[in-house]
């Protein structure tokens, strides 16, 4: 492997992510690593489709969601960073790599492990470190519904290797968008839950 790190250190703003997403994954494809390929381009999805609502009104507070997606990102890249390096990760992360070295599933259900290990190991973190308080609850909130919008899109461009699984999925949408929209919901809901259960631990013990 190259001297490429997958390393969030120079993330500074918009450009700078979205420029790293694409050289991430010309290194995953460099490196033989397509199983990764699902979550990494629905990430970007979300994560532009984010953006996009920036200076719309979408969001109560641009500067801070700006900061949140910035964050939550470097959850993702530091983790691809020490797998690739071969230092230890967190359990959600490794199970999900070890799954994807096997090559032994469908490509949305890599897709639905990265999305468990970015939601359920790192968000909860990402909220509390940058603790902006309940005041973000509704920004926060407001992604679901992004979410919601670009979960069609994000099946359409897996490209799954079976034409006949590919067959079901593009055709079988309405079955499991919704399921997975809510359990994708729960999930985050239950980071927010998470997060400020950690804060409110902190205060009673100031």
Not at 15 to 24: A, E, M, T
Not at 29 to 39: A, E, G, R, V, Y
Request: one cysteine or more.
């Amino acid at each position: 492997m190259d001297t490429f790190s997958f390393s969030s250190e120079k993330l500074r703003d918009i450009q700078s992510l979205i420029l790293h997403f694409d050289r991430v994954k010309v290194q995953l494809l460099k490196n033989k690593q397509p199983n990764l390929i699902p979550f990494h381009d629905t990430y970007f999805l979300i994560t532009t489709s984010v953006f996009s609502k920036l200076g719309t009104g979408f969001f109560e507070n641009d500067d801070n969601m700006t900061s949140f997606v910035l964050s939550f990102a470097k959850f993702y890249f530091d983790a691809l960073d020490q797998y690739f390096k071969g230092e230890s990760v967190s359990s959600a992360w490794q199970f999900m790599f070890n799954q994807c070295e096997r090559n032994h599933l469908p490509r949305f259900v890599y897709l639905l492990l990265g999305v468990h290990a970015h939601i359920n190991q790192d968000l909860s973190l990402c909220v509390r470190t940058l603790d902006f308080g309940v005041a973000f609850k509704n920004d926060y909130l407001a992604i679901n519904h992004i979410i919601k919008g670009k979960l069609a899109e994000a099946i359409a461009q897996l490209n799954e290797k079976s034409i006949v699984l590919k067959h079901i999925l593009q055709n079988g949408l309405f079955l499991y968008q919704m399921p997975m929209h809510q359990i994708i919901v729960l999930c985050r809901n239950l980071a927010w839950d998470k997060s400020q259960e950690v804060a409110t631990a902190d205060l009673a013990y100031a």
